[in-house]
């Protein structure tokens, strides 16, 4: 069975330093991993996609994800944080053989302040 | 803009309503798919839809009742809910059949409050 781990409730960044919202998953074949936003009273935005190959992939508003195999790790990173990126952050895994379905993590709530 | 629209944006009902969501999509997407969501929390899968036919119900409450009338439409009839219904019940559509790492698209949800 896949899961998808968000060790994190809560990130708090100052505007303008980098920030990371970390995720790691577990699944049985090929991961195929995305990251979705969700501002309040709005459903889940796509943000990005794993790319087979990319390491680094780049998505949405500055956003890019850093794919670790051996770490099992798909971490979400943007160089300088904006007050506007405060939102809640998930991180989903859709495994092979699973058909459509998408495993979500917890969800981590990012704040960035001034 | 989404471009999964999802009808009302609001809707409260008493325990003995019927009611419908509606959702609708024009990216020729053929798998839909219904979430439930409380706050703060990741969506629950419901139901998915793939070439109009039921493909995955994750044992949800015969109160809840999908429908698929065409590839660009999906509603979910409700009748006699309870309390603990209450949430964020949200659409999504994604290609199906094509690469796996083809993205589910959200829309922005109908807040249900049970009374």
């Known amino acids: 069975a896949q899961s998808v781990a968000q060790p994190e409730d809560q990130v708090n960044v100052a505007e303008g330093n980098p920030l990371t919202v970390k995720c790691t998953y577990s699944v049985s074949g090929n991961p195929y991993l995305f990251w979705y936003v969700q501002y309040p009273n709005r459903g889940l935005q796509f943000l990005l996609k794993?790319?087979?190959?990319?390491?680094l992939v780049k998505g949405s508003y500055g956003f890019e994800a850093e794919f670790n195999k051996s770490q099992t790790s798909f971490h979400l990173k943007k160089p300088s944080a904006l007050v506007s990126d405060s939102a809640l952050y998930f991180c989903a895994v859709r495994a092979t053989g699973e058909g459509n379905k998408l495993t979500f993590g917890t969800g981590t709530q990012l704040k960035v302040e001034l | 803009d989404t471009e999964v629209t999802q009808t009302p944006k609001h809707l409260v009902m008493g325990m003995t309503n019927k009611k419908s969501l509606k959702c609708e999509q024009h990216?020729?997407?053929?798998?839909m798919y219904w979430y439930k969501q409380k706050a703060k929390k990741p969506p629950e899968l419901m139901f998915v839809y793939s070439y109009e036919k039921l493909s995955i119900n994750e044992s949800v409450p015969s109160r809840f009742s999908p429908e698929c009338p065409n590839s660009s439409l999906l509603n979910l009839h409700l009748h006699a809910l309870q309390p603990e219904d209450s949430a964020l019940y949200l659409c999504?559509?994604?290609?199906?059949?094509?690469?796996?790492?083809?993205?589910?698209?959200f829309g922005d949800g109908t807040r249900l409050s049970i009374l």
């Open positions: 990216m020729g997407h053929r798998a």
């Open positions: 794993y790319i087979t190959g990319d390491n």
């Open positions: 999504a559509s994604s290609q199906d059949g094509g690469p796996p790492n083809q993205p589910q698209h």
